[in-house]
Structures are given as C-alpha cells and as structure tokens.
C-alpha cells in the first residue's frame, strides 16, 4: 500500500531551537516525495520537494531510502514558521497523497 | 493571474440538498483533485482526475461524485448531503509533467451540512 505517516499531530519547540518534522512513507516503487505547507489563513503551497534538493526559508528534507523517511528539518525555528505541515507522495501515475499533518508551533 | 478558483467559499445546508462545489483553474492542468480537511484527520482525497473524462477514486470517495467535461474545471457534487460531510474542502491542480507535483490550491470551501 502507498501511504504517508506523519506520526506527531502537534509539535511545539521555541523560536531559536532546532525543529525536525517526521515522514515516514510506503511506496514499492520510486518515490517522489513532497512538503506542503498552510499557514494561517492562507491556501497549501508547496514548501520543498526532494527532488529539487533545495533549501526553502531554512528548512531542508533529505529522502532516505533506507528508512523509507522524508523529514523535514530547521536548525533554528521562527515565529513565522508556525503552521499545518503535510508531507506527501506522488505515486506512478502523478496523483498526490498526503499524511495526516503536523501542526508546527514556535513559541517566543 | 494564475490561480485555483472555489465557489462558494462558505455554504450551510440542511441533510439531503444537492449542492455542488465548483473549482476552476486557468493553468491549462492536467490533474485535479478534491480533498477534504478534518481536524486531527489532515488532508484526505475524494476523487482526482488524470484529465478530461478521466475520474478516479480516493480515499473517501463515499457521498460524493465529480465531472470533468472540461480540461478546466472539475465540480464536487453531493447528491444527498448528511452531517459526516461537514468539512473545509479543497480543490488543486497541476501539471503531470515537467513540474509535475506542484499542487496548487484553491482557498478552501467551508461546508456545514445541518
């Protein structure tokens, strides 16, 4: 079965403190793998995607295939970093799917 | 500008009143799909569509159809609604190649079904 676990549904740290946001997925053959992001009152974007092996607003995910992870990570959150975090596959044939989310909190 | 459109954004109805979600999207994609929001539930697909005439089944496709006539737009239609479909609703499109993968979405319809 394709499926996407993101196993925390609420992740608080302090603005400052490293942040690390788990993915876990299933798939049998190549992945593609993504991170949405929805801050308040805005539409889902599209934060980063493994693929591209960037860096987006500090944050970094690298896809291991041998743990079948995607995490996303930020070594010093922001304020402005509070929002729902999705990660999500593309399968074969480019339909999209996503975990459950991640509600990212920093704290002042 | 480029964008996904919703309509409506907001909308209450009483169980059993068909209702249809219209989205439509300018940038001549070929994938569209419908997600509903739940709190502690995330993101989960109702239906999506490879292209024109060319509909598929997610995770909850239960109590709900699509249509896609047209490359642009790919209406949710609740035939008879119940309470369980209240939820803020979500369409997206994107291409299925080259940069295939980038969601984009629209900015959500609420529904509350009385």
């Known amino acids: 079965a394709q499926r996407v676990t993101q196993p925390e549904k609420l992740l608080s740290v302090f603005k400052g403190a490293p942040v690390e946001l788990k993915c876990n997925y299933s798939?049998?053959?190549?992945?593609?793998l993504f991170w949405y992001v929805q801050y308040s009152r805005q539409r889902l974007q599209l934060l980063l995607r493994?693929?591209s092996r960037e860096s987006i607003k500090g944050f970094t995910a690298d896809l291991n295939k041998g743990e079948t992870s995607f995490h996303l990570k930020k070594p010093f959150a922001q304020e402005e970093d509070s929002a729902m975090y999705y990660c999500?596959?593309?399968?074969?044939?480019?339909?999209?799917?996503f975990g459950a989310g991640t509600r990212l909190t920093v704290k002042p | 500008e480029a964008q996904v459109t919703q309509n409506p954004r907001y909308l209450i109805t009483v169980t059993g009143k068909k209702l249809t979600v219209t989205c439509s999207q300018n940038m001549n994609h070929e994938y569209m799909s419908w997600y509903r929001q739940d709190p502690g539930l995330g993101l989960r697909q109702i239906y999506y569509?490879?292209?024109?005439?060319?509909?598929d089944k997610g995770d909850v496709p239960e109590g709900y159809k699509v249509s896609r006539k047209e490359k642009r737009n790919f209406p949710l239609i609740l035939e008879s609604p119940s309470p369980n479909q209240t939820s803020l609703y979500f369409c997206?499109?994107?291409?299925?190649?080259?940069?295939?993968?980038?969601?984009?979405f629209g900015e959500g319809s609420r529904l509350t079904v009385l």
């Open positions: 493994h693929i």
């Open positions: 999500a596959l593309k399968r074969w044939n480019n339909d999209m799917r």
């Open positions: 997206a499109s994107s291409l299925t190649s080259g940069r295939a993968g980038e969601l984009f």
């Open positions: 569509s490879m292209n024109v005439e060319v509909t």
């Open positions: 798939y049998s053959g190549s992945p593609e």
